[in-house]
T-cell receptor, first 117, second 114 residues
Framework: GAVVSQHPSWVICKSGTSVKIECRSL??????MFWYRQFPKQSLMLMAT?????????EQGVEKDKFLINHASLTLSTLTVTSAHPEDSSFYIC?????????????FGPGTRLTVL | AQSVTQPDIHITVSEGASLELRCNYS??????LFWYVQSPGQGLQLLLK??????LVQGIKGFEAEFKRSQSSFNLRKPSVHWSDAAEYFC????????????FGTGTRLQVTL
């Protein structure tokens, strides 16, 4: 089956620093990648959608200057949390979809736990 | 905008017992409906999906779900639960024309007792 990896699986950083999270599709090319945020005991909230080679589309209320998304290749997307603060602590999950069309299943990564001190 | 409600935050069942996880959605038209399972350290895995046609959908791992338009529900069922089914289960909806954007419920944590 299609596998999506995320790196790192967890990260602790100091307030004010930036953190980069990588999302890779290991055995397929991902035309579209999605980034979600999950708070404890809450649902996954879509942050942004990115298509390879174009700018990400952010959901309402998500600061694009705060959460920088780059989808430079068909197998890699990165999320950079800039000037992180404690309220950015969360579980970040990416998913990747192989194409565009009627339906393309999203394959999810295992998530990255970010803790900002 | 679409929304999903999973009324049960936590459910405990005995191994071998039947299981039903509830999911209600809100959407103006017929949505695309999904159930995912999330195990610690693993990504969400798709159990089953409904787009149209037969309202009883079969999925992986012995799960099934039934779409009931009149009740705006898409409940997940399994006739006999295994200890390995313990995980977090998410119902999700995708509105037609929303470019694959999924709206998730808050999840139901399933605990299985031996």
């Amino acid at each position: 089956g299609a596998v999506v990896s995320q790196h790192p699986s967890w990260v602790i950083c100091k307030s004010g620093t930036s953190v980069k999270i990588e999302c890779r599709s290991l055995d397929f090319q991902a035309t579209t990648m999605f980034w979600y945020r999950q708070f404890p005991k809450q649902s996954l909230m879509l942050m942004a959608t990115s298509n390879e080679g174009s700018k990400a589309t952010y959901e309402q209320g998500v600061e694009k200057d705060k959460f920088l998304i780059n989808h430079a290749s068909l197998t890699l997307s990165t999320l950079t949390v800039t000037s992180a603060h404690p309220e950015d602590s969360s579980f970040y999950i990416c998913s990747a979809s192989p194409g565009q069309g009627f339906y393309n299943e999203q394959f999810f990564g295992p998530g990255t736990r970010l803790t900002v001190l | 905008a679409q929304s999903v409600t999973q009324p049960d935050i936590h459910i405990t069942v005995s191994e071998g017992a039947s299981l039903e996880l509830r999911c209600n959605y809100s959407y103006g038209a017929t949505p695309y409906l999904f159930w995912y399972v999330q195990s610690p350290g693993q990504g969400l895995q798709l159990l089953l999906k409904y787009f149209s046609g037969d309202t009883l959908v079969q999925g992986i791992k012995g799960f099934e779900a039934e779409f009931k338009r009149s009740q705006s529900s898409f409940n997940l069922r399994k006739p006999s639960v295994h200890w390995s089914d313990a995980a977090e289960y998410f119902c999700a909806v995708e509105g037609a024309g929303t470019a694959s954007k999924l709206t998730f419920g808050t999840g139901t944590r399933l605990q299985v007792t031996l």
